[in-house]
């Protein structure tokens, strides 16, 4: 079975531009977060969608947008990037939203590398 | 708020000794504990996580973590280190009781195994 695929892998964007990540969930599973994690840090939480609905949103500011689709991949999107922007951003995926009942463990795709020049 | 502290950045320790990497937590209610490993250049992956029952948690490739809730405390442990366990590990929580709350990750430890 695939586990989560994301895409692109690297890219280099310039400042003021705009970038759209994307990714799959493994299959059934219905539920995307997104994390940022700056180099030497730990995962930051950005959002997590479940049936399409936002159910979650760290602290960033509103230039980070993001959505799930009816088949549940989903799109992260960085509006007028800024250098601190640069990052590895990862999409998980679990079989439920993380809610009072069972914590579903995330699993995640490989990263997709964003450097802003 | 939940928190979680690895207050080391980086554990060394020599090829078949036993390894511990620390975590301690902060949450309201009752915690949701995980241990991921991440290689370079790579993705988390998953080796085990708390829910409830025993405190000691067996997870992959051997690592097992022990929770303890008077020390809010989930430690990773590994009887017999491999060089290939060599990586960057991270402790993650999130709050039982809390509609909505995402897995808070700590800043992660670097463990080098060294021949």
């Known amino acids: 079975d695939a586990g989560v695929t994301q895409s692109p892998t690297h890219l280099i964007k310039t400042r003021g531009q705009h970038v759209t990540l994307r990714c799959s969930p493994i299959s059934g599973h219905k539920s995307v977060s997104w994390y940022q994690q700056v180099l030497g840090q730990g995962p930051q939480f950005i959002f997590q969608?479940?049936?399409?609905?936002?159910?979650g949103r760290g602290n960033f500011p509103d230039r980070f947008s993001a959505r799930q689709f009816p088949n549940y991949s989903s799109e992260l999107n960085v509006n007028a990037l800024l250098l601190g922007d640069s990052a590895l951003y990862l999409c998980?995926?679990?079989?439920?939203?993380?809610?009072?009942?069972?914590?579903?463990?995330?699993?995640f795709g490989e990263g997709s590398r964003l450097t802003v020049l | 708020a939940q928190s979680v502290a690895q207050p080391e950045d980086q554990v060394n320790v020599a090829e078949g000794n036993p390894l511990t990497v620390k975590c301690t937590y902060s949450v309201s209610g009752n915690p949701y504990l995980f241990w991921y490993v991440q290689y370079p250049n790579r993705g988390l992956q998953f080796l085990l996580k708390?829910?409830?029952?025993?405190?000691l948690v067996k997870g992959s490739y051997g690592f097992e973590a022990e929770f303890n809730k008077s020390q809010t405390s989930f430690h990773l442990k590994k009887p017999s280190a491999l060089v290939s366990d060599s990586a960057l590990y991270f402790c993650?929580?999130?709050?039982?009781?809390?509609?909505?709350?995402?897995?808070?990750f700590g800043k992660g430890t670097r463990l080098s195994v060294i021949a």
């Open positions: 969608y479940y049936e399409k609905e936002e159910r």
């Open positions: 993650a929580v999130r709050d039982m009781g809390t509609r909505n709350t995402p897995l808070v």
């Open positions: 708390y829910i409830t029952g025993d405190n």
């Open positions: 998980a995926s679990s079989l439920r939203v993380l809610q009072g009942t069972g914590p579903g463990e995330l699993f």
